[in-house]
T-cell receptor
Framework: EADIYQTPRYLVIGTGKKITLECSQT?????MYWYQQDPGMELHLIHY???????EKGDLSSESTVSRIRTEHFPLTLESARPSHTSQYLC??????????????FGPGTRLTVT | QKEVEQDPGPLSVPEGAIVSLNCTYS??????FMWYRQYSRKGPELLMY????GNKEDGRFTAQVDKSSKYISLFIRDSQPSDSATYLC?????????????FGRGTQLTVWP
């Protein structure tokens, strides 16, 4: 089983609140990713990181921000939550620099509901 | 046109059935093809991985890639209730240093006893 953790698992919060979704991995992986997953839809890459102090936006426009101060930690922050942010957020990590299998290990996800 | 197309189902089969799951894609640069399995309230986990064309077998699971048709398949033999999950196809091109994956929408499978 992958050693990648996400907290909280479920979050219901009101509009306008600031929230941070936590993601940690103990595998020493350099690359980390955040995906957004809606029911019946593709996983959309919203942020990624090659390593410490490296963060990039993915394909899906997102109002969230990320930081990578430590290798094992890749939190995602929403400054002002809106109902349109309601979704499942999946964090993943991988080891190899784009070669071979390059398996991505996923956390269990955070299901966010903004009321 | 989406990069990866996958019929979301749902698919419901009796225990012991042979299940066929499929994806098509449009980007001819894709070289690595994966199937992820996602149980309810869990993150996806890698089930099968294939490089370029051909077949790969692992127990009851067989992955096939037909690059000429831009079509990949996952076959599950002797399906079990424990196979009930959402199956996501994913693909990557050889030149990606990020290891960027392009996912299908997932097919929801239920195997009933």
């Amino acid at each position: 089983e992958a050693d990648i953790y996400q907290t909280p698992r479920y979050l219901v919060i009101g509009t306008g609140k600031k929230i941070t979704l936590e993601c940690s991995q103990t595998m020493g992986h350099d690359k980390m990713y955040w995906y957004q997953q809606d029911p019946g839809m593709e996983l959309h890459l919203i942020h990624y990181s090659y390593g410490v102090n490296s963060t990039e936006k993915g394909d899906l426009s997102s109002e969230s921000t990320v930081s990578r101060i430590r290798t094992e930690h890749f939190p995602l922050t929403l400054e002002s939550a809106r109902p349109s942010h309601t979704s499942q957020y999946l964090c993943a990590s991988s080891e190899f620099p784009g070669q071979g299998t390059d398996e991505q290990y996923f956390g269990p996800g955070t299901r966010l509901t903004v009321t | 046109q989406k990069e990866v197309e996958q019929d979301p189902g749902p698919l419901s089969v009796p225990e012991g059935a042979i299940v066929s799951l499929n994806c098509t894609y449009s980007n001819s640069a894709f070289q690595y093809f994966m199937w992820y399995r996602q149980y309810s309230r869990k993150g996806p986990e890698l089930l099968m991985y294939t490089y370029s064309s051909g077949n790969k077998e692992d127990g009851r699971f067989t992955a096939q890639v037909d690059k000429s048709s831009k079509y990949i398949s996952l076959f599950i033999r002797d399906s079990q209730p424990s196979d009930s999950a959402t199956y996501l196809c994913a693909m990557k091109d050889r030149g990606s240093t990020l290891g960027r994956l392009y996912f299908g929408r997932g097919t929801q499978l239920t195997v009933w006893p």
